[in-house]
């Protein structure tokens, strides 16, 4: 593909021209906004152990109290973007939340969906629309666009959760903002949906109450089972991994940002394909070996990764008699709205 000319070969008169009407040659920087064959990501391959972020997330919770901070969060940032532009990947963003023993963090609700992934602690629940979901390790919990949302904690020792948000994309369409309740909401009765699986429909009583996102919270429980019986029942299968859905639609539960988790088999080595989204690894359970591009990540329980687009990954578990289990948020579900979503085989 031929070099194109630079900005610095045109006369600065003509630049100082063009700007002064606000407009800009293209040329200069076509091979930058498409470049040949493959996108030139600005995400890193970046790990964030979770031993060495808990005693900063603790030492926050010293620092700062709940009614100053409202979200006791550390972001996890990915420094291809900037730390303070605050994205792990182009369309997602994640923080480590604390929420100590007695504390709430009062109800609010926003443009951007979220979710949040259980690492630690007990008896915590976030109240979504009036419906209270429980929060214990290894739990999927949604707070999709538009529904109030609150955190509470009646036990006694730190509870912290992983947040995956569309925040970086929401902002950029510039239709990020947030409306404060401020106050507690009134639980409305209704279990926290434990009970509602694929193929049972909510009545309609509830459908009505939540018509967009019917089942806001996945037992970890319920996901580690379906693994477990997908591994015994399927062994020669590729993969082990469930996706979680919107059970009404059989869509991906959220909008923008897809939810998985996936088992490795004790030893399993798995390679997966090239994919045009960028992916988030957090370890539910066990120890896996993530080898991608210029990097080899040593994960354990409660530590986070991410990679950009078309970087390969293979994973290794590092259990020899041991499954372990690794929850995955990427950028599909958008992707494959607007068109955009390609896998292309890992040569590896
Ligand atoms: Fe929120």
């Not at 926050?60 to 100053?68: F, H, M, R, V, W």
């Not at 958008?334 to 590896?348: A, D, I």
Request: with cysteine; glycine share 6%; net charge negative.
């Amino acid at each position: 593909m031929d070099q194109l000319a630079k900005l610095e070969d045109l006369p600065q008169e003509y630049r100082d021209n063009l700007e002064k009407l606000n407009l800009v040659p293209l040329w200069p920087s076509l091979r930058d906004v498409l470049p040949p064959e493959t996108p030139q990501p600005k995400t890193k391959p970046i790990m964030w152990p979770y031993d060495t972020l808990r005693p900063l997330l603790m030492q926050a919770g010293d620092l700062t109290p709940i009614e100053k901070a409202e979200r006791r969060v550390l972001v996890l940032s990915n420094p291809g973007h900037g730390l303070e532009n605050m994205r792990a990947t182009p369309v997602m963003y994640l923080g480590m939340q604390l929420l100590l023993p007695g504390e709430w963090a009062p109800s609010h609700r926003h443009t951007p969906n979220a979710i949040r992934m259980i690492v630690e602690g007990n008896d915590a629940y976030t109240t979504v629309n009036g419906q209270k979901c429980p929060m214990e390790r290894g739990d999927l919990i949604l707070t999709p666009t538009g529904m109030w949302h609150e955190h509470s904690h009646e036990g006694t020792e730190p509870v912290v959760w992983l947040d995956v948000l569309d925040l970086p994309l929401v902002y950029f369409m510039e239709a990020s903002y947030v409306e404060p309740f401020g106050e507690h909401q009134d639980i409305n009765g209704v279990a926290a949906n434990t009970a509602y699986g694929p193929g049972i429909v909510p009545t309609p009583v509830f459908t009505r109450q939540n018509p967009t996102n019917p089942l806001l919270r996945f037992a970890w429980k319920d996901a580690r089972k379906a693994l477990e019986n997908m591994a015994a029942s399927q062994p020669d299968a590729k993969s082990i991994q469930v996706t979680y859905i919107n059970p009404e639609t059989g869509s991906d539960c959220q909008n923008i940002i897809g939810f998985s988790s996936l088992m490795l088999r004790p030893n399993e080595t798995l390679t997966l394909p090239l994919r045009s989204s960028a992916m988030v690894f957090h370890v539910i359970e066990g120890q896996v070996e993530i080898q991608t591009t210029d990097n080899n990540f040593n994960m354990k329980q409660a530590d986070t990764s991410c990679v950009p687009c078309f970087a390969p990954v293979t994973l290794v578990n590092k259990n020899s008699d041991q499954p372990t289990f690794i929850f995955i948020a990427d950028e599909s579900p958008v992707q494959k709205k607007l068109g955009l979503y390609s896998e292309r085989p890992n040569n590896k």
